[in-house]
């Protein structure tokens, strides 16, 4: 698991998540609007604003939805390895070190959910010089 996944997000996007992410685990960068986020909480948001903008005929609230569902989607995986149907030991070994990953507040998919990285950076811009981008810039050259 990536300690860091760095994603694009216009100032937009990230204030409508702000206003139900509200209490979790985040900073956000003050001059450039980028925020870091505990994945696992995140994914929560954005499932929570996918859902109850899903049928909005308001074209913010739809768009919004939308991103966030896109933004979800690059931050999990959905389902075990297929190596997991034909070897029950690799499967055992493979759900235990990945139990951290599981986030089962997410049963609305076809299977199980497991989050891509400890943390999610969704940046506005690559110019602002603050801790956070170069926090997850610095993260994806050590790979």
């Not at 100032?11 to 992410?21: A, C, F, Q, T």
């Not at 909005?56 to 390895?81: A, H, M, N, V, W």
């Not at 599981?102 to 010089?129: A, G, M, P, Y």
Request: a negative charge; hydrophobic letters at 35%.
């Amino acid at each position: 698991m990536e300690d860091c996944l760095k994603l694009k997000a216009t100032k937009e996007v990230i204030v409508g998540i702000l206003i139900r992410h509200k209490g979790k685990d985040f900073v956000q960068c003050l001059k450039c609007g980028s925020i870091k986020s505990d994945a696992k909480e995140l994914a929560k948001t954005l499932y929570s604003i996918e859902e109850e903008t899903a049928d909005s005929d308001e074209e913010f609230l739809s768009s919004l939805g939308e991103t966030c569902g896109d933004l979800l989607r690059k931050i999990i995986d959905i389902g075990i390895p297929e190596r997991c149907y034909r070897d029950s030991e690799f499967c055992t070994k493979w759900s235990i070190e990945n139990q951290e990953r599981l986030i089962s507040e997410l049963n609305d998919f076809e299977d199980e959910v497991f989050i891509k990285s400890h943390d999610v950076v969704l940046s506005v811009n690559d110019v602002c010089e603050c801790a956070i981008l170069n926090a997850a810039q610095n993260k994806s050259k050590e790979k």
